[in-house]
């Protein structure tokens, strides 16, 4: 049985430490990893190709007029977007793909894809998130402020979100993101499939006792 892979989106708060968990999610289970296009500079250890596909403006404009991107959004003066070819070729061959993307590319996301899974990472609480944005080090106090305030206009969003995850540490923070994905695959309506070839073997096989 060919089952296709589940699309699944990771958003989180500026700050909360969802690259590190979904990059240590995806080197312990083996998940296929979206890398985002993005027009901001690369932090330092970042590499092109692995961490973002690192694009100027231009370039990225050039991919949007293209139809490119599944969704692209701006956040705090950049551009971020998910190429689309490696997407749905993953999903075809039946790989779970992982989208770490901000929350308003999400909702474009589900716009799309009605059956993607969407995880929010949040922090255990605010004090928390604003040490880790400071604790980076890479970013002045307005960008900074940016961020905080953007994570002020993002709760509204998270609702929107079928599952809440709070990375207070982040090995259990992994196990629960996998948790969640591997329960996601076994529901029902994800399995229809084997559920009709199961009541098509069964009609024959009834066939037998009844004649």
Sequence with gaps: MNKKGLLIVVSGFSGVGKGTAVKKLVSEYGYSLSVSATTRAPRPGEVDGVDYHFKTVEEFEKLIDYNGFIEWAQYVENYYGTPKQF????????????????????????????????????APNAVTLKDRLFGRGTEDAKVIGKRLKRAYEETDDMMHYDYLVVNDDLD????????????????????????????????????????
């Design 87 to 122: 997407v749905e070729d993953e999903l075809e061959k039946g790989n779970n793909v992982i989208l770490e993307i901000e929350v308003q590319g999400a909702m474009h996301i589900k716009e799309q894809y009605p059956d993607a899974v969407l995880i929010f990472i949040t």
């Design 172 to 211: 259990k923070c992994v196990q629960d993101l996998h948790a969640v994905i591997t329960a996601e695959s076994f529901k029902s309506d994800r399995n229809s499939e084997h559920i009709n070839i199961m009541k098509s073997e069964l009609t024959d096989i009834r066939k037998e006792f009844i004649s």
